[in-house]
């Protein structure tokens, strides 16, 4: 097609501002990080001028209404496969491969202005595409979606927890309802498939207070709360954190949270212990919620994406072709943040809260021999 005259002036200057729009869009990218996985659109953090800022929001309002006019084509929108996930367990660098491997968005309860519905035309409200790629389309068959459920605040009192967020149907109710701020709300029979995440319990508190750094520039120490300690993103820090926690939530009402109350010198030889006790009822409350649902699961474990058949297994799952390259594997573990007597410590109170599904499922990062008898 030929443009002439006016018409012609504005396609020259679209084009120059799309360049310019790129080259800017590209160098925040390039600046991004991310402690646990590094991939693009997830807890990063930018250095950029507010001329890149508005250009990525630009190219992200340009990317919704691609979407939606690819919307109205479809005949019926796809169904939900769950990725049920404690946080930090691998979910930013499973929903990153699926994308990246399918060109595919992915989908989770969080909303904006520029992400559109996944079933725009039902009473159901949520869940919203996550489309992290310039290239990604609508997937036509299922769409991966992040589920915490109940994911456990890292501060909260340990005894409160296991008053109030054991319950299966309050852990339910997480996995397709949202909050105030971002308010999901379908129906949980949508939900056709899950794929249950695990991770190293030791490594996935270690992660979760890596989390924590994810506000703050990249280096710089953290104050959290009222606590008058300052943490630097190190095994230091994380000990001198974890000795903090447990005696602002974990030191009261204790025959709340253990089984035995020989366990509560146990509890205080574990960094984070509480982080311990939610990782464990998170994942009995997955498996409670699975059963219930009656749908095909299939349960991935995050270090696993070190083998060549793990993905294509995913793939499978998702009934999805691969038509380009995942992004690179980094595993992060953290073995020296924990001596023999912790690690020993933790491993019974874990094995004491796990029900017999989710011992099963972590059996592979206990070892028994280390476990002290009472």
């Not at 501002?17 to 990080?33: E, K, N, P």
């Not at 996935?204 to 993103?233: C, L, M």
């Not at 072709?321 to 020296?336: L, N, R, T």
Request: hydrophobic content about 35%; aromatic content about 12%; proline content about 5%.
């Amino acid at each position: 097609m030929l443009l002439y005259g006016k018409e012609y002036g504005q396609h020259i200057i679209s084009t120059i501002i799309l360049v310019v729009g790129s080259f800017f869009v590209i160098a925040a990218r390039l600046h991004q990080t991310n402690d646990e996985t590094p991939v693009h659109g997830m807890h990063t953090k930018t250095n950029t001028s507010n001329a890149a800022v508005l250009l990525i929001r630009g190219e992200r309002r340009q990317k919704a209404s691609e979407l939606k006019l690819q919307q109205e084509s479809q005949e019926n929108p796809p169904e939900i496969i769950h990725l049920m996930s404690f946080p930090n367990s691998g979910t930013t660098f499973t929903l990153a491969s699926v994308e990246a491997l399918t060109k595919s968005c992915t989908a989770s309860h969080i909303s904006s202005e520029n992400t559109p519905e996944v079933m725009p035309k039902s009473s159901n409200t949520g869940p919203f595409y996550q489309c992290q790629q310039r290239d990604s389309q609508l997937p036509e068959k299922f769409v991966l979606t992040k589920a915490h459920c109940t994911s456990f605040c890292k501060q909260c009192l340990t005894y409160q927890v296991a008053d109030r967020d054991t319950t299966q149907k309050g852990f339910e109710r997480g996995c397709h309802i949202g909050n105030e701020k971002h308010p999901c709300n379908y129906d949980l029979k949508l939900v056709k498939k899950n794929i249950h995440l695990v991770r190293n319990p030791f490594d996935n508190v270690v992660a979760r207070f890596h989390n924590s750094f994810k506000t703050y520039k990249e280096g710089e120490p953290f104050k959290q709360g009222s606590d008058t300690g300052i943490y630097e993103k190190s095994l230091n820090g994380f000990l001198s954190y974890c000795s903090w926690h447990n005696v602002e939530f974990s030191s009261k009402h204790t025959d709340a949270f253990l089984v035995d109350p020989k366990h509560e010198a146990l509890a205080k030889k574990v960094p984070c212990v509480a982080e311990f006790f939610k990782y464990i009822t998170w994942h009995n409350l997955a498996f409670e919620t699975i059963k219930k649902m009656g749908v095909p699961s299939m349960i991935l474990y995050y270090e696993d994406y070190n083998y060549e058949e793990t993905l294509p297994s995913l793939l499978l799952f998702l009934e999805a072709e691969e038509v380009s390259e995942a992004p690179a594997f980094f595993w992060h573990d953290y073995p020296e943040y924990y001596g023999e007597e912790a690690r020993s410590a933790a491993m019974t109170l874990m094995k004491s809260w796990a029900s017999k599904d989710t011992l099963g499922l972590i059996s592979r990062y206990l070892d028994s021999a280390s476990s002290p008898i009472f």
